[in-house]
């Protein structure tokens, strides 16, 4: 069982910053996949950033440029920086671990995130 405790979310005007904190309770580079997902009032989960184990990133188009993920492994943390926030960023953010290619997959409680315009 791995456990993610996700913070840092908050209330942020129109084009500010945010870096939100995911605390991993096993080791982060065991992991085959750790990602940010965002889920909004009415919508579907959507992937904001991944890193696989090699360290290679994933954002998808809408994302690129305006976030990055990183990792911490003295921490066993993963990191989002997400800058130039806009309303539509508001959402439910949550951090996901998949162990191996095949699962388990585990995930966080999540951390609100509001943009106000």
């Known amino acids: 069982q791995v456990q993610l405790v996700e913070s840092g979310g908050g209330l942020v005007q129109a084009g500010g910053s945010l870096r939100l904190s995911c605390a991993v309770s096993?080791?982060?580079?065991?992991?085959?996949?750790i990602g940010w997902y965002r889920q909004a009032p009415g919508k579907q989960r959507e992937l904001v950033a991944r890193?696989?184990?090699?360290?290679?990133?994933n954002y998808p188009d809408s994302m690129k440029g305006r976030v990055t993920i990183s990792r911490d492994g003295a921490k066993n943390t993963v990191y989002l920086q997400m800058n130039s926030l806009k309303p539509e960023d508001t959402a439910v953010y949550l951090c996901?671990?998949?162990?191996?290619?095949?699962?388990?997959?585990?995930w966080g409680q999540g951390t609100q995130v509001t943009v106000s315009s």
């Open positions: 996901n671990v998949r162990v191996t290619p095949f699962g388990p997959d585990y």
């Open positions: 096993a080791n982060i580079f065991a992991m085959n996949t």
């Open positions: 890193v696989i184990s090699g360290g290679s990133t």
